[in-house]
């Protein structure tokens, strides 16, 4: 009898622990573990991201003659309303130069997918206009900040690979200017997008073209330049295609140096050099660029130019839209920057000298010495601006330019074609010049953006290099936009 008492009270001991096992079990508890029957929530993992060159471009506002302004910031919104920045500082830039292309502010990595709109901010604007009553250059500044937002219609898609943003900036329609002379800001931006290509000559995919900037750091395949209008610092790197003029190769490259640069956007984002171009060898020197506004002497002594561009001495972004006082001497070389610009069997000689420098051209010039301050400024129609300095030239240079205008006697002969293109009334450049129209030649080269026929009444962008022939303004484009 005692024996089965003991038994039943073990049998149920045994049902006892096996149903608070059971319990345990259960509620998630048991063995100092925890079990549970609904997994815990896991954090999304981020999404990809892709290299995406952020390029800036002008519309054309042909009043306007120079455009400084410092891009604040430049934020995209997806589709669930997130932001992204597309720029890690404020960057200068200048506008006017940019009328038929585009320069890169930044290179950025952007979380893959579906974009809706973005939202541009500038300050500290200073430009510089001709006055259409007075015909005198004129020179205004806007502290800001003020903010244009542009929609994605239809929606951008940031993929996979290296893409290319590119921001328009409607000029006419950004800027206005009261009868008393106050300016008034309100940007308006288009943008597009696309993927970069990697190869070819499209500043719309990817393709630098002649930036100027001061080296600040070599290796064996790869070089940092530091720039005063787009970009801040920019690496490039080089392979045994890329071409180097004026010197043999990276073994020459050393700080302190100007370059001009020709580049393609690497699927990686970094910017492959095509080109590398010496502007001046050692450090100490400088180049400021800009449209020539009045000359002194024939042959000339003194340039003057409205500044929208420049690195080294003396050079600063507070220099663009102001005066710069150019000295040249009988040895003083002048260049042509040929570059992307098809000069092959044109019914003229293009040619740039002494002789033919005019007004209302742009150029590059390079000093082995910086800007100084001060110095005398020629009359005339540029008495009404104020002067940065004063450059004693090394070499004077004839770079690309953009105008816009309405398309007249249009005449092809097989790839080649001549047209008028008559500038609109309030041009600074006819104001300046005393004329309205530019007669242009397309040339087998030329590319073609947006345009699939020349026509009579057309209404079109064209850049390219403009010479002045015997008096007669005469243009070689690189490029037409519609």
């Avoid at 921001?167 to 950004?174: E, K, L, P, Q, R």
């Avoid at 042959?299 to 507070?318: D, E, F, H, K, W």
Wanted: charged share 10%; hydrophobic share 35%.
């Amino acid at each position: 009898m005692r024996l089965i008492k003991t038994k039943r009270l073990s049998v149920l001991i045994f049902v006892f622990l096996f149903l608070t096992e059971l319990a345990l079990i259960g509620c998630g508890g048991g063995g100092g573990s925890s079990t549970s029957s609904t997994p815990p929530a896991q954090t999304p993992p981020s999404p990809s991201t892709s290299p995406v060159q952020v390029s800036i471009g002008d519309a054309p506002a042909d009043w306007i003659m120079a455009f400084g302004m410092s891009v604040n910031s430049i934020t995209m919104t997806n589709s669930s309303g997130g932001t992204v920045s597309l720029l890690s500082s404020s960057t200068p830039t200048e506008m006017m130069q940019l009328m038929g292309t585009t320069r890169p502010l930044s290179v950025a990595n952007v979380p893959q997918g579906t974009y809706t709109q973005a939202t541009v901010t500038i300050s500290s604007v200073s430009m510089g206009y001709m006055d259409p009553n007075t015909r005198q250059y004129v020179q205004k500044t806007f502290a800001g900040p003020a903010s244009g937002t542009v929609t994605f219609s239809p929606a951008m898609t940031v993929g996979a690979g290296a893409s290319v943003l590119n921001f328009d900036m409607d000029m006419a329609g950004s800027v206005s200017i009261d009868g008393s002379g106050s300016v008034a800001m309100t940007p308006r931006f288009t943008a597009s997008m696309g993927a970069a290509s990697g190869s070819g000559q499209n500043p719309w995919q990817g393709w630098t073209q002649h930036m100027v900037g001061s080296v600040s750091s070599t290796s064996a395949s790869q070089f940092t330049m530091g720039t005063m209008m787009g970009q801040q610092a920019v690496s490039f790197a080089t392979n045994s295609n890329t071409q180097f003029v004026a010197m043999s190769g990276m073994s020459m490259m050393s700080n302190g140096m100007i370059v001009g640069v020709d580049a393609t956007m690497r699927p990686d984002g970094l910017l492959l050099a095509q080109r590398v171009e010496s502007m001046w060898g050692s450090s100490g020197g400088m180049m400021g660029g800009g449209i020539v506004g009045s000359l002194t002497g024939d042959p000339p002594t003194q340039l003057t130019m409205v500044a929208n561009n420049g690195i080294g001495g003396g050079m600063m972004m507070s220099s663009i839209s102001g005066m710069i006082a150019v000295n040249v001497s009988s040895s003083t070389p002048y260049t042509v920057d040929s570059d992307g610009v098809d000069l092959a069997n044109l019914p003229f000689t293009p040619a740039f000298s002494s002789s033919t420098v005019a007004k209302g051209q742009r150029i590059d010039v390079v000093s082995g010495g910086g800007m100084m301050g001060g110095g005398g400024m020629g009359g005339g129609m540029m008495g009404g601006g104020s002067s940065s300095g004063t450059i004693n030239a090394s070499q004077v240079r004839l770079e690309q330019q953009g105008f816009h205008g309405t398309v007249s006697n249009y005449s092809a002969n097989g790839s080649q074609a001549t047209f008028t293109l008559t500038l609109p009334q309030d041009s600074a450049f006819a104001s300046l010049t005393g004329t309205s129209t530019i007669t242009v030649y397309k040339q087998n080269g030329t590319q073609m953006h947006g345009v699939s026929t020349i026509a009579n009444g057309n209404r079109l962008e064209v850049r390219g290099l403009l010479f002045n022939d015997s008096g007669a303004y005469k243009l070689v484009p690189s490029w037409m936009v519609q």
